[in-house]
């Protein structure tokens, strides 16, 4: 497995931007981040979901912006996946510390998984009403209100696009790009997180290799080199929150013996399935997971994952120990495990543990 390094991760960079900003870091910065923001009155970070440096490298010209552009590569979190890896930036903590983990998390005080972005139930298939359950249970800080509180003005800006943000309508990224400059400059000096939920969405319908996931990464380089050369003022940093993999399924359906073991369906991800197991079977279901699947995913007790630091360097908190497993199992080449046959219908994804996944470059612009 390819682990995060959390000395030069997401983590550290939003911990990078917080001390740019006067604001006491919680963890350690990225110096070579730190060195690039000296004297830098504007910084604008664009997120770009799913664009990690394999993305990056598989669909763009090496004589390009972007990877001419490559200040340094740091890791997303584990799993790397949109849920723990943005949360991470935007907390500025480990998912560790936030208990943001994964797409589906279970709840102990609703005995059920829930899509924890979408507050659906995965058992009843309920939409829950705002706020989010996981705001409720396990809230943090973002690095925005940190900085804000701590320069005693509104300096920090969040901008996400359509259609995660009811106040941005346009589903033009060259529109959403403008805004975020216009909105970095409104004061003498400023900072604002954007995010945009592509190429992810591309990439997990098409595939890593597709000419449409290749055409929109081409457009995002093709889109920030105009507005960032309109805006040689603003320090213009590029990042993603994880990388891609194409997948092959298998289904807990042909393994029943496996399947018997586990209390409820795994949550988390596909490849970073966290497992519940029933109190007498820990040591069968460990047996037989390594006999079936342990060529194509490693497996982790409770002790190991937490004792190796895959999801931070902290002890977990009560609330967080409730939504970790006994077991986390984590996809070491192309499969996706499913709880139930012909679930999922993605052509690509992540949230596993290959070097594809994992790494990240942070791309620096007007540096």
Same mark, same amino acid.
């Given at each position: 497995?390819?682990?995060?390094?959390?000395?030069?991760?997401?983590?550290?960079?939003?911990?990078?931007?917080?001390? !740019?900003?006067?604001?006491?870091?919680? !963890?350690?910065?990225?110096?070579?981040?730190?060195?690039?923001?000296?004297?830098?009155? !504007?910084?604008?970070?664009?997120?770009?979901?799913?664009?990690?440096?394999?993305?990056?490298?598989? !669909?763009?010209?090496?004589?390009?912006?972007?990877?001419?552009?490559?200040?340094?590569?740091?890791?997303?979190?584990?799993?790397?996946?949109?849920?723990?890896?943005?949360?991470?930036?935007?907390?500025?903590?480990?998912?560790?510390?936030?208990?943001?983990?994964?797409?589906?998390?279970?709840?102990?005080?609703?005995?059920?998984?829930?899509?924890?972005?979408?507050?659906?139930?995965?058992?009843?298939?309920?939409?829950?009403?705002?706020?989010?359950?996981?705001?409720?249970?396990?809230?943090?800080?973002?690095?925005?209100?940190?900085?804000?509180?701590?320069?005693?003005?509104?300096?920090?800006?969040?901008?996400?696009?359509?259609?995660?943000?009811?106040?941005?309508?346009?589903?033009?990224?060259?529109?959403?790009?403008?805004?975020?400059?216009?909105?970095?400059?409104k004061e003498d000096e400023g900072f604002v997180y954007a995010y945009w939920n592509k190429p992810d969405k591309i990439l997990h319908e098409k595939g890593v290799y597709h000419h449409k996931s290749k055409r929109y990464v081409k457009k995002i380089e093709r889109v920030i080199k105009r507005y960032a050369k309109k805006n040689k003022d603003v320090l213009t940093i590029i990042i993603a929150d994880h990388g891609f993999h194409d997948v092959t399924y298998l289904s807990l359906d042909d393994y029943p013996d496996l399947k018997d073991c586990c209390i409820r369906p795994f949550s988390l991800e596909g490849r970073a399935c966290n497992f519940f197991i029933k109190e007498d079977r820990k040591e069968e279901f460990e047996t037989l997971f390594n006999k079936y699947l342990g060529d194509k995913f490693e497996l982790y007790s409770k002790e190991n994952y937490i004792r190796d630091g895959l999801f931070g360097k902290k002890v977990p908190n009560e609330v967080v120990d409730g939504f970790l497993g006994d077991f986390v199992a984590v996809a070491i080449k192309e499969y996706s495990l499913e709880y139930k046959t012909g679930f999922s219908h993605l052509k690509a994804h992540h949230a596993g543990g290959t070097k594809e996944e994992m790494l990240v470059d942070v791309i620096a612009i007007n540096k």
């Open positions: 497995m390819y682990k995060p390094d959390y000395d030069n991760s997401l983590v550290n960079l939003s911990n990078s931007i917080l001390k !740019h900003f006067n604001v006491k870091p919680l !963890h350690n910065t990225v110096p070579e981040i730190d060195k690039i923001m000296e004297n830098k009155q !504007h910084v604008v970070v664009f997120l770009f979901d799913g664009m990690g440096q394999y993305i990056i490298n598989t !669909h763009l010209k090496e004589d390009g912006l972007f990877r001419q552009n490559v200040a340094t590569t740091i890791t997303s979190t584990f799993p790397p996946t949109t849920v723990a890896a943005t949360s991470a930036f935007l907390s500025a903590e480990y998912p560790i510390e936030s208990g943001w983990l994964g797409w589906v998390q279970y709840f102990k005080n609703i005995d059920a998984n829930v899509k924890v972005f979408k507050n659906i139930n995965t058992v009843t298939k309920e939409h829950m009403p705002l706020p989010l359950l996981l705001e409720e249970v396990s809230p943090y800080t973002s690095i925005i209100k940190r900085i804000n509180e701590g320069n005693n003005k509104e300096i920090a800006h969040m901008l996400q696009g359509a259609p995660l943000d009811p106040s941005f309508t346009s589903k033009y990224l060259s529109l959403f790009v403008k805004k975020a400059f216009k909105t970095v400059k």
